[in-house]
């Protein structure tokens, strides 16, 4: 089946002679130049700065080399190199080198030479195959020394069946009447009715996947010595995913209702297929309504539903969000029932004030269901600026034009985001954020004015493919105030790589905030901080991973070194360490200015690759001074923690040995004791002395949010709607009371300690402390503003920070003019949990401000580890683990959606996106793998990038591959692995992926029947159901069927108002394939513009692309449209006509992803 894709055909259209490049004469090749510069002419410009890149292929259209024509530095080409298997496949995938440009001539490249190039015997990755007709994959080798083919240490993958009493046999019966799934333990699968694929990694771990016969996964199992840690997916008789049940602890029963409640995931559906109720464990019902497009427009937990209310979404007439809030209801099926019998499913906009509410003016109706409105959260505004707007939209930014929203010029703001309003959660009132757009629709400003009635307005000026050069932020924390002006400026190299980043502050002198190098393959090298008071240096492995940052055996004039060990090991006092291959960090050591010695960690994982140890050496003489050590139940649930330190000394001061204590059935905690005294850290020690876990320190609501940690003295903690705390109260004199937008931002945090009350504002990012601007954050640290305005200029210091591969904030430091030298104001050192070491590092002193204005004298501070100690002459900079907040007044962490409690490695709450890592309980930090994993606000745990990609059952593991450069012809090897590492193709989180994909349905197809003379189209609502010939909302326009009377053409028609790059499509003949690509194709086959699928169709739908051509869609939204055109669109278009087009990599990953995420699988693949 021949299938094309189409776009920017026209960059094939221009006549090769007009370029400068050669091509090897004989050879089959792509060319391509993306502009940097505005071109106005059809002649190509050889001046102007451009991207470019020629692919040669080999008779079967298969790619033999990718070269980026000085792609990096000039004169300097960047080559890829592919060999193939005698089945076609790709049997080895070389890393690129960087060669002498031959202007866009084949390289002439050998094995050896690139080996070479990286100094490595094997620069390649390298698959096996089974040889059998499914040509399935036995076994994977990585580029490298130590991970090549011949070697111990690479993955491996075995395909077989089940055994006899192997697999419990689970199944959820519904009930056609309630539409309740029921639980129930039907022994074991019998031998051989299951799919069984075992993987090995590169260091020996085994993980085991059970799949049925219609391809649903049942078990997902990792090998942990003799026992089974097994997560079971549970689907009923029309095989919808009912329950999910992660690894059960000795004598859990999942059939107890407390497991069912604590432990297990629940799902129900109504008569079409949609959830309706979710249970995630430790959590309440959360319920869904929807109204007749099968959007959902009401949701509620068992905490809100108990009050009577729920959170509503109201859409406009084009399936966009036009307002948000809560209102009242009763049950499901009452509010579901309410939503079925309402006609009207959308709000329009008014010219006039619509309907107010929490005092402010709408101008929406208030028609579609709900209506029982009680409060307004958020409310966006499209196509044109709102009613009442309180200030002039600017008729230039940088001299670029802005758009405006009169319909008669070319350019509108018709289909954009104008304006979004959000309201103070806990207080009436309000964000208004208003945009700018230049005459290319792109983002070129804001307006937004603060709940303080001050504002910060943000201007862009864009370079020609959209990077910003300057930018300027205005800012007022109140409307009478002075206004503050932070101005950015940035250079690009000629290949559009930022190379200079300067920042300045009001009149202040403007700083290099940072000059970056670039290696020949495009990585940082080195990086000149603030006016080059540092330089920077990194290395990387053959994989890419990172090595070092500056050289902790030759520190020189750095103030911090770190360097990383994966699969080699260095030796340490403590020489615990063992080489790593599948990319956890076997060691870490650092060094500051501060300290004689190098000091380091050996880190020890189990099989679910979790910390288990991490053993601290300094030197080659002490060992052990500042260890961790955790043990795990099934589940994650941290069981027991010691913990060294206080004192650098050999073998350590025992500082804590924890017990954990859980709720039966339950990951929630209980109680945590420590059978050591009061010593060391404040808020790192447990001292109620309760023995045996027989009396409770934490307690929980309803949604399995912490309400007291009496470990801490906290004896109640309030949430609001969004489970974001809102009071932490210790006794009548003590308490901090937090405040949020309706989008869960920090908007402020009051502390009251006794008579003492301190009110911290957070203002798009600057921070205010009791109404006195404290700093103002930037690319390398902050801008710390010390004293009170002189001469009415408030006076500025520039604060840099050193970030470790975790982002944890290292070393602190700032040029002292009264002393005329480079200081360190701070270095921190943390456990691998997030504890921070104390007894044997600190300085606190504050450096004479920019601009000589008084001389400040330095003092050596007191003890380094106290959280409270003053540096860089304020208490106010608190971000450190992970860059994330500290709140001094308790010792946790805030990331954003949840709170981190770094004293017993646990968050405060359950993740929001739980579903997406099964196998761990909700409250685990960074799937108890900090050294390898951050959480950039406590939903999502996310790689470092340097080697471990978690491999749960999560298509973020997928979108990171391609969002971060990832090529799709390594895709086949990815999913491979990401599957046989607990992923689930057809069920699970990722059938809720359409959800973010389009809140109606995505299209499929568009199909015209020459037979009938109609057109019509499929809609996929993400549950496996279609329709035919409806109205579909889709990304801001309507389309709908029409009859022509011819049966050569067609027309797609759109509401009037609408404007989308679709209308290009406008025109089309012979089935539906415009004409020129129908030459091509002699009218078959289907094309992919942006979004939505067009196909032909003849007289009937064909499958294979039905279950094909969306997969093109998803490429297209993980890679961006540059990467598209260049990857996927071209190539596709040019092997159009060979017989194994659907082989070609860009062709197969686009079936591949559309089998990910629905579990309809193309008939091809």
């Given amino acids: 089946?021949?299938?094309?894709?189409?776009?920017?055909?026209?960059?094939?259209?221009?006549?090769?002679?007009?370029?400068?490049?050669?091509?090897?004469?004989?050879?089959?090749?792509?060319?391509?130049?993306?502009?940097?510069?505005?071109?106005?002419?059809?002649?190509?410009?050889?001046?102007?700065?451009?991207?470019?890149?020629?692919?040669?292929?080999?008779?079967?259209?298969?790619?033999?080399?990718?070269?980026?024509?000085?792609?990096?530095?000039?004169?300097?080409?960047?080559?890829?190199?592919?060999?193939?298997?005698?089945?076609?496949?790709?049997?080895?995938?070389?890393?690129?080198?960087?060669?002498?440009?031959?202007?866009?001539?084949?390289?002439?490249?050998?094995?050896?030479?690139?080996?070479?190039?990286?100094?490595?015997?094997?620069?390649?990755?390298?698959?096996?195959?089974?040889?059998?007709?499914?040509?399935?994959?036995?076994?994977?080798?990585?580029?490298?020394?130590?991970?090549?083919?011949?070697?111990?240490?690479?993955?491996?993958?075995?395909?077989?069946?089940?055994?006899?009493?192997?697999?419990?046999?689970?199944?959820?019966?519904?009930?056609?009447?309630?539409?309740?799934?029921?639980?129930?333990?039907?022994?074991?699968?019998?031998?051989?009715?299951?799919?069984?694929?075992?993987?090995?990694?590169?260091?020996?771990?085994?993980?085991?996947?059970?799949?049925?016969?219609?391809?649903?996964?049942?078990?997902?199992?990792?090998?942990?010595?003799?026992?089974?840690?097994?997560?079971?997916?549970?689907?009923?008789?029309?095989?919808?995913?009912?329950?999910?049940?992660?690894?059960?602890?000795?004598?859990?029963?999942?059939?107890?209702?407390?497991?069912?409640?604590?432990?297990?995931?629940?799902?129900?559906?109504?008569?079409?297929?949609?959830?309706?109720?979710?249970?995630?464990?430790?959590?309440?019902?959360?319920?869904?309504?929807?109204?007749?497009?099968?959007?959902?427009?009401?949701?509620?937990?068992?905490?809100?539903?108990?009050?009577?209310?729920?959170?509503?979404?109201?859409?406009?007439?084009?399936?966009?969000?036009?307002?948000?809030?809560?209102?009242?209801?009763?049950?499901?099926?009452?509010?579901?029932?309410?939503?079925?019998?309402?006609?009207?499913?959308?709000?329009?906009?008014?010219?006039?004030?619509?309907?107010?509410?929490?005092?402010?003016?709408?101008?929406?109706?208030?028609?579609?269901?709900?209506?029982?409105?009680?409060?307004?959260?958020?409310?966006?505004?499209?196509?044109?600026?709102?009613?009442?707007?309180?200030?002039?939209?600017?008729?230039?930014?940088?001299?670029?034009?802005?758009?405006?929203?009169?319909?008669?010029?070319?350019?509108?703001?018709?289909?954009?985001?104008?304006?979004?309003?959000?309201?103070?959660?806990?207080?009436?009132?309000?964000?208004?954020?208003?945009?700018?757009?230049?005459?290319?629709?792109?983002?070129?400003?804001?307006?937004?004015?603060?709940?303080?009635?001050?504002?910060?307005?943000?201007?862009?000026?864009?370079?020609?493919?959209?990077?910003?050069?300057?930018s300027k932020v205005y800012h007022k924390r109140l409307q009478n105030d002075n206004e503050l002006v932070i101005k950015q400026r940035y250079v690009y190299s000629t290949q559009n790589l930022l190379v200079k980043h300067y920042h300045k502050v009001d009149n202040q002198a403007e700083v290099l905030l940072n000059e970056t190098s670039y290696d020949d393959l495009g990585r940082i090298v080195n990086k000149k901080v603030g006016n080059n008071l540092q330089s920077v240096d990194y290395t990387y492995n053959v994989k890419g991973w990172l090595t070092s940052i500056n050289n902790p055996d030759n520190l020189g004039d750095d103030l911090f070194a770190l360097k990383i060990n994966y699969n080699q090991t260095t030796p340490t006092a403590a020489n615990t360490a063992k080489a790593r291959y599948n990319g956890n960090i076997s060691q870490v050591f650092w060094k500051t200015a501060n300290s004689k010695e190098v000091r380091s960690y050996d880190y020890i994982y189990d099989e679910l690759n979790r910390l288990t140890a991490a053993n601290y050496s300094r030197g080659t003489a002490i060992k052990f001074a500042y260890d961790e050590r955790i043990s795990y139940d099934n589940r994650g649930n941290i069981t027991t923690l010691t913990r060294n330190g206080q004192s650098e000394r050999n073998n350590g001061l025992l500082l804590d040995e924890l017990t954990y204590y859980y709720q039966q059935n339950s990951n929630k905690l209980n109680n945590v004791d420590d059978s050591r005294p009061q010593i060391g850290f404040t808020n790192l020690n447990t001292t109620t002395g309760i023995s045996s876990g027989k009396e409770n320190d934490y307690f929980y609501d309803e949604n399995g949010n912490m309400t007291q940690d009496l470990n801490q003295g906290i004896t109640e903690i309030k949430y609001n709607y969004l489970n974001l705390p809102t009071e932490v109260i210790w006794n009548s004199t003590k308490k901090i009371t937090y405040s949020y937008n309706a989008a869960g931002v920090k908007l402020k945090k009051v502390s009251v300690d006794g008579s003492k009350t301190t009110t911290v504002e957070y203002l798009d990012g600057f921070q205010y402390q009791n109404t006195k601007l404290q700093f103002i954050p930037t690319a390398e640290g902050y801008v710390?503003?010390?004293?009170?305005?002189?001469?009415?200029?408030?006076?500025?210091?520039?604060?840099?920070?050193?970030?470790?591969?975790?982002?944890?904030?290292?070393?602190?430091?700032?040029?002292?003019?009264?002393?005329?030298?480079?200081?360190?104001?701070?270095?921190?050192?943390?456990?691998?949990?997030?504890?921070?070491?104390?007894?044997?590092?600190?300085?606190?002193?504050?450096?004479?401000?920019?601009?000589?204005?008084?001389?400040?004298?330095?003092?050596?501070?007191?003890?380094?580890?106290?959280?409270?100690?003053?540096?860089?002459?304020?208490?106010?900079?608190?971000?450190?683990?992970?860059?994330?907040?500290?709140?001094?007044?308790?010792?946790?962490?805030?990331?954003?959606?949840?709170?981190?409690?770094?004293?017993?490695?646990?968050?405060?709450?359950?993740?929001?996106?739980?579903?997406?890592?099964?196998?761990?309980?909700?409250?685990?930090?960074?799937?108890?793998?900090?050294?390898?994993?951050?959480?950039?606000?406590?939903?999502?745990?996310?790689?470092?990038?340097?080697?471990?990609?978690?491999?749960?059952?999560?298509?973020?593991?997928?979108?990171?591959?391609?969002?971060?450069g990832g090529n799709v012809r390594n895709l086949s090897q990815q999913l491979s692995s990401y599957e046989s590492n607990g992923g689930d193709f057809g069920s699970g989180p990722l059938s809720n992926f359409w959800g973010g994909f389009d809140s109606g349905g995505a299209i499929m197809g568009i199909g015209y029947n020459s037979n009938t003379g109609y057109v019509s189209w499929m809609v996929h609502d993400g549950n496996g159901s279609y329709s035919e010939n409806g109205t579909v909302f889709l990304e801001g326009f309507t389309i709908h069927a029409k009859k022509e009377t011819t049966t050569d053409a067609f027309k797609i028609t759109f509401e009037e108002e609408e404007k989308s790059p679709l209308l290009k499509f406008v025109g089309m003949r012979k089935g539906i394939i415009p004409e020129f690509e129908s030459r091509l194709m002699e009218g078959k086959g289907a094309i992919t513009p942006a979004f939505f699928i067009i196909y032909g169709t003849g007289s009937s739908k064909d499958p294979r692309y039905a279950n094909h051509e969306p997969g093109h869609a998803i490429q297209f939204l993980l890679m961006g449209p540059s990467r598209y055109y260049t990857e996927i669109a071209i190539p596709s278009l040019l092997t159009a006509h060979l017989d194994n087009a659907m082989d070609m990599p860009w062709e197969k990953s686009a079936s591949i992803f559309w089998y990910i995420l629905t579990g309809e699988k193309d008939p091809d693949l």
């Fill in 784 to 964: 710390n503003v010390m004293g009170n305005i002189v001469n009415q200029q408030r006076i500025y210091n520039y604060v840099y920070n050193y970030k470790d591969h975790l982002g944890n904030v290292r070393v602190s430091y700032a040029w002292d003019d009264k002393e005329s030298k480079l200081k360190i104001l701070e270095d921190n050192h943390f456990y691998p949990f997030g504890g921070k070491h104390r007894g044997y590092s600190g300085l606190n002193y504050t450096p004479s401000p920019i601009g000589e204005i008084g001389g400040v004298t330095i003092n050596p501070g007191g003890d380094f580890g106290d959280v409270s100690s003053k540096y860089s002459g304020k208490d106010n900079y608190h971000y450190k683990y992970n860059s994330k907040e500290l709140q001094i007044e308790s010792g946790f962490y805030d990331y954003g959606w949840r709170q981190y409690m770094p004293d017993i490695g646990r968050w405060n709450g359950i993740d929001q996106l739980a579903e997406s890592y099964h196998n761990i309980n909700p409250y685990a930090y960074v799937a108890n793998n900090p050294i390898s994993f951050t959480d950039p606000d406590g939903r999502k745990i996310t790689p470092t990038g340097d080697g471990y990609s978690f491999s749960g059952a999560d298509l973020d593991v997928l979108i990171a591959f391609i969002t971060g």
């Fill in 1 to 470: 089946m021949k299938k094309v894709l189409f776009y920017l055909l026209c960059i094939l259209c221009i006549n090769e002679q007009a370029f400068s490049q050669n091509f090897t004469s004989g050879e089959s090749y792509t060319y391509t130049k993306v502009y940097l510069d505005s071109v106005k002419s059809t002649i190509p410009n050889q001046n102007a700065q451009s991207i470019q890149t020629v692919q040669y292929k080999d008779g079967l259209g298969r790619i033999k080399q990718d070269i980026a024509i000085n792609a990096i530095k000039p004169g300097q080409d960047i080559v890829t190199s592919y060999f193939y298997g005698i089945n076609g496949e790709v049997a080895k995938q070389y890393l690129p080198i960087a060669k002498g440009s031959q202007d866009g001539l084949l390289h002439n490249i050998s094995e050896g030479e690139i080996n070479a190039y990286y100094n490595t015997s094997n620069a390649f990755s390298e698959v096996k195959y089974d040889g059998s007709p499914f040509n399935r994959i036995t076994e994977q080798a990585s580029v490298g020394d130590g991970w090549g083919m011949n070697g111990n240490h690479t993955s491996s993958i075995k395909y077989s069946f089940n055994q006899a009493g192997s697999v419990k046999k689970y199944v959820a019966l519904l009930n056609g009447r309630t539409l309740v799934n029921t639980l129930y333990d039907y022994g074991f699968y019998d031998a051989n009715t299951l799919y069984k694929v075992t993987t090995k990694d590169e260091d020996g771990n085994i993980a085991e996947l059970y799949k049925n016969g219609s391809g649903k996964t049942i078990l997902s199992r990792i090998k942990k010595g003799a026992e089974n840690i097994d997560t079971y997916y549970v689907y009923n008789q029309v095989e919808q995913l009912t329950h999910i049940i992660p690894p059960l602890n000795a004598g859990e029963n999942p059939l107890s209702e407390s497991a069912k409640n604590e432990i297990l995931y629940h799902y129900n559906y109504d008569a079409i297929g949609r959830l309706t109720e979710k249970k995630v464990p430790g959590r309440g019902t959360e319920y869904y309504v929807y109204d007749r497009e099968n959007r959902v427009v009401m949701s509620t937990d068992s905490r809100l539903l108990a009050q009577g209310k729920w959170t509503f979404i109201k859409y406009d007439r084009f399936g966009r969000i036009a307002y948000t809030g809560m209102c009242t209801g009763a049950n499901r099926k009452t509010e579901q029932q309410n939503a079925d019998n309402s006609s009207v499913l959308y709000e329009l906009k008014t010219s006039a004030i619509g309907f107010q509410n929490s005092s402010m003016d709408v101008y929406y109706t208030k028609n579609a269901y709900p209506i029982a409105i009680t409060d307004i959260f958020s409310i966006n505004y499209y196509d044109a600026y709102p009613q009442g707007m309180p200030i002039a939209k600017p008729a230039n930014i940088y001299s670029q034009p802005t758009l405006s929203s009169d319909v008669i010029q070319n350019h509108s703001t018709k289909s954009l985001l104008t304006a979004t309003y959000v309201k103070n959660v806990e207080a009436a009132e309000w964000e208004k954020n208003y945009f700018w757009y230049d005459t290319k629709e792109r983002l070129i400003g804001n307006h937004k004015t603060t709940h303080q009635a001050g504002y910060s307005k943000t201007e862009m000026k864009l370079d020609f493919p959209g990077n910003i050069t300057e």
